[in-house]
């Protein structure tokens, strides 16, 4: 079994401990949000590494990942 396939495995044993169906919804979204959160701050690292190295101006991208962590924080 691959990685996104115990993944997915992983998830639908998560989801037989809820009854609800809105429950299920939220924890769904909640992983989402989570993992996006994590890539972002693994972009937000890449982004300011490649900014001490190089002489692009990489500010842009810096304050669209600020605007987009933000966003998921609500």
Known sequence: MNTIEKRVQDIKEDLDFFDDELQKYEYIIDIQKDE????LLM???EVDILSEFSDIDL????????VAK???WF
């Open 59 to 66: 500010e842009s991208f810096k304050n669209r990942i600020k």
């Open 70 to 72: 933000e966003m998921l």
């Open 43 to 45: 972009l937000e690292a």
């Open 36 to 39: 996006t959160i994590f890539e």
